[in-house]
């Protein structure tokens, strides 16, 4: 399995106050990405980041943004977190260095925002 | 704009009868086709990767093929241990290296 860690597992937070998640991987792959998925929607890209300090907006960009101070971690924040906000959080990573560049993915956060 | 489609949304299956899940996509040029699993509670799980037309790949009880327009993922004589989401993406060709995923067709396989 790729070494990627999620935390926290489980969050329930207030509408109104900001969350950070954290994705660490221990592959030394260059991309990161977080997802979103709900019911009837799938996966969304949030963010993703193809470097150290190199970050971009995904589909669903609005009210989080992110940051990659090292190769191995990759945050994201809700600067406000609202009830729209409630949802499953995936990190992926991928390598572009390979011939083949799969996402592996981590657990997963639930997040609830009340 | 990428796009990926998957049918059915759903599908129920006895054990031991054999069907085929769809994964139909648009992209400017594909680099890869990619099928994962997902178990419930769990993040997708990466099962294969197919780059050209007329590619298949096999996994003990699942096989995927590749066409210029889909992707099907055939499953024969299911066990109830592949009930699971199965998710599509692709990767398009020219820099960057984001995945777009499909919403998946979500499998159960009754004994």
């Known amino acids: 399995d790729a070494g990627i860690t999620q935390s926290p597992r489980h969050k329930v937070t207030e509408t109104g106050t900001p969350v950070t998640l954290r994705c660490h991987q221990t592959?030394?792959?260059?991309?990161m990405y977080w997802y979103r998925q709900d019911p009837g929607h799938g996966l969304r890209l949030i963010h993703y980041?193809?470097?150290?300090?190199?970050?971009d907006k995904g589909e669903v960009s609005d009210g989080y943004s992110v940051s990659r101070s090292k190769t191995e971690d990759f945050l994201l924040t809700l600067e406000s977190a609202t009830s729209s906000q409630t949802s499953v959080y995936f990190c992926?990573?991928?390598?572009?260095?390979?011939?083949?560049?799969?996402?592996?993915f981590g657990q997963g956060t639930r997040l609830t925002v009340v | 704009e990428d796009q990926v489609t998957q049918s059915p949304e759903a599908l129920r299956l006895q054990e031991g009868e054999s069907s085929s899940l769809n994964c139909s996509y648009t992209?400017?040029?594909?680099?890869?086709l990619f099928w994962y699993r997902q178990d419930p509670g769990k993040g997708p799980e990466f099962l294969f990767t197919?780059?050209?037309a007329g590619e298949e790949k096999e996994k003990e009880r699942l096989k995927a093929t590749l066409t210029k327009k889909e992707s099907f993922l055939h499953i024969t004589a299911p066990k109830p241990e592949d009930s699971a989401t199965y998710l599509c993406?692709?990767?398009?060709?020219?820099?960057?290296?984001?995945?777009?995923f499909g919403r998946g067709t979500s499998l159960i396989v009754h004994p």
């Open positions: 993406a692709v990767q398009a060709v020219g820099g960057s290296y984001i995945p777009t």
């Open positions: 992209v400017s040029g594909l680099r890869g």
């Open positions: 197919l780059y050209s």
């Open positions: 992926a990573i991928s390598d572009s260095d390979r011939a083949n560049t799969e996402a592996f």
């Open positions: 592959e030394n792959h260059r991309y």
């Open positions: 980041s193809y470097g150290v300090k190199d970050t």
